[in-house]
């Protein structure tokens, strides 16, 4: 072997090696788009350079072009996924055109083809083909594709529900609290798993708590805005952080070069509903959810929009069981409380085409929500629980620039603004809690928050071909910036707690409350912290079948601003 060679896999040995001592778990390259590599070769087997590969979207004809390295081999990375139309021309051989090959979110797709002197055939279009198949991924991965978001039935249409059909994937029935926050991965706690729309971090900082992870979605959007999204379960990229067990990673329709949208209206009523066995009777249940889209272009091939909106409202009631010996004493004894929800969700979402090297997306949502006595029925009174409303509103832009045939970046900028704000059911007083029925004020209310974040984020690809294989890099940063100012009233207007179901008397030690607790100050809080990111990973293809990939990021977070609201040193 020559001396040349050998050096240049020694180098290689090392760097792979280096980065794989402070990753004990291969990092694959999954990506917040797609990739598409293949080899061009002639009929007789032999690598074709210089042939120009061009793909096509189907549906909005976004076009890149990128001609065949030495070895004949082609690389295009970051790009949206959808259903393309792959062609390969040079000169003195016939062009072949492959349609429907489809990219998935995350997915790098392997696509080889041969091509044949022009003498023989002037143009080849492959019309029909077998399934192409994924052969460099061993992440244990799901995609939830368009067909099945749209197809499937989900309960409240809460799309994130199809991250179930995933192996590994759960329900975190033990700390459950919102539409986005029960999804568990391995049997982990919800708080472990991370949430990203396009490659941007969703997540909730303010209920994810010291950890630093998360448990829920700061923004909420409809279904019919998602076009298909990405379970990954393990050997992530580590372009995501902060997971400790899975990522779930969004993507959002676009327009296309059709003129296209639709209209739904779901209703679930009383009229299909058994009684209720502790109610007096059937109560009143009613829920409506409806709204629209439409998607078009702005100028065809080159600007599309989308758009949709989502209105909800739901009535229900619950039930509560008032013992007797309350009455006397017992602010709101009603057994049956109504609990209405009022919700909104507007998304809109631009995309354009700059230049050949340039493609540029930008989406905007709006959320609005009403929901009273939440936190309540069974053994809490109507007045036990808290009424919420929110508001959230997200915008972001990313622009994808391939600068050369073996280099492309994506940067990504972000604002988000999440606000809750919830007010005790009932009036002002101290929580009462006896075995059988809790009711008053309830112990963490009133209270409010706001989450404000500050993201920008590159990521960069760079394909290399060596002596021994070739190299796929990614790198990056991620700034995120989040503050939490909010306030919480923990016991401020005081808790007792009776250990028998009897009110107290005279004389009568046993009934007297077992515990009384109360709190003091203001209840302002403020958690503001500086996020900072950095990584790098990479695939070597060593050869035909064999991949070594690894990877290394590393997390900083800063406390800008203590519990009190004070500066911190």
């Not at 240049?8 to 990753?23: K, N, Q």
């Not at 049997?187 to 829920?216: C, H, M, P, R, Y």
């Not at 990056?476 to 207007?493: D, H, K, M, W």
């Amino acid at each position: 072997m020559p001396v040349a060679q050998v050096s240049a896999l020694a180098r290689s040995l090392v760097v792979s090696l280096v980065i794989a001592a402070f990753v004990p778990i291969a990092a694959l390259a999954q990506s917040t788009n797609a990739t598409l590599d293949g080899t061009i070769k002639d009929d007789q087997g032999g690598v074709l350079p210089g042939a120009t590969v061009t793909v096509t979207n189907e549906s909005n004809g976004l076009t890149r072009s990128i001609t065949t390295g030495e070895r004949g081999t082609y690389r295009m990375s970051e790009l949206p996924p959808g259903r393309y139309t792959v062609k390969v021309e040079m000169p003195a051989f016939a062009m072949v055109e492959r349609p429907d090959v489809v990219l998935t979110l995350g997915g790098n797709l392997t696509l080889n083809i041969d091509l044949q002197l022009a003498s023989l055939q002037e143009a080849v279009t492959v019309s029909a083909q077998a399934p192409l198949v994924e052969t460099t991924q061993k992440s244990l991965e799901t995609n939830i594709t368009p067909a099945e978001v749209d197809d499937l039935p989900v309960k409240g249409r809460q799309f994130v529900d199809l991250a179930l059909l995933a192996p590994g994937v759960t329900v975190d029935t033990a700390s459950a609290n919102s539409a986005t926050d029960s999804i568990s991965f391995g049997g982990f706690n919800e708080q472990f798993k991370s949430l990203w729309l396009e490659g941007i971090d969703i997540n909730d900082e303010v209920t994810g708590g010291g950890t630093g992870l998360s448990n829920a979605s700061r923004h909420t959007f409809s279904q019919e805005s998602v076009q298909e999204f990405q379970i990954v379960a393990n050997q992530y990229s580590v372009e995501f952080g902060r997971s400790g067990s899975g990522v779930i990673n969004i993507l959002t329709k676009s327009g296309t070069n059709r003129v296209g949208g639709r209209g739904y209206y779901f209703l679930r009523d009383d009229a299909f509903d058994k009684p209720n066995a502790f109610a007096t009777g059937k109560v009143p249940f009613r829920q409506q959810q409806f709204g629209a889209t439409l998607g078009a272009p702005l100028v065809k091939d080159r600007m599309h929009y989308f758009v949709s909106y989502e209105r909800q409202i739901y009535d229900d009631v619950v039930t509560v069981n008032i013992p007797a010996f309350v009455l006397p004493i017992i602010t709101d004894a009603r057994t049956e409380v109504p609990r209405p929800l009022r919700q909104h969700n507007a998304f809109g979402k631009l995309t354009a085409t700059l230049s050949k090297r340039h493609y540029v997306s930008g989406i905007g949502m709006y959320g609005n929500q009403d929901r009273q006595a939440q936190d309540l029925g069974g053994n809490i009174a109507g007045d036990g629980g808290f009424n919420e409303k929110a508001h959230d509103v997200y915008l972001s832009g990313a622009i994808t620039s391939v600068f050369t045939n073996n280099f492309t970046n994506q940067l990504r900028l972000a604002y988000s603004d999440a606000v809750k704000d919830r007010l005790p059911s009932g009036a002002l007083g101290p929580r009462i809690i006896f075995p059988s029925i809790t009711f008053g004020q309830a112990t963490n209310f009133p209270q409010s928050r706001q989450q404000l974040n500050y993201i920008v984020m590159d990521t960069m690809n760079y394909h290399r071909e060596g002596g021994f294989g070739s190299h796929d890099f990614k790198g990056g940063f991620e700034v995120n910036l989040s503050s939490g100012p909010r306030t919480i009233n923990t016991a401020f207007n005081g808790e007792f707690l009776f250990l028998q179901d009897r009110l107290p008397e005279p004389g009568v030690l046993s009934t007297f409350p077992a515990r009384y607790r109360t709190a003091t100050g203001s209840g302002a809080l403020d958690r503001a912290v500086d996020m900072y990111a950095l990584f790098l990973e990479d695939t070597w293809r060593i050869g035909r079948g064999v991949t070594l990939s690894a990877g290394v990021r590393y997390d900083v977070q800063r406390l800008r601003a203590d519990l009190d609201g004070e500066p911190v040193p």
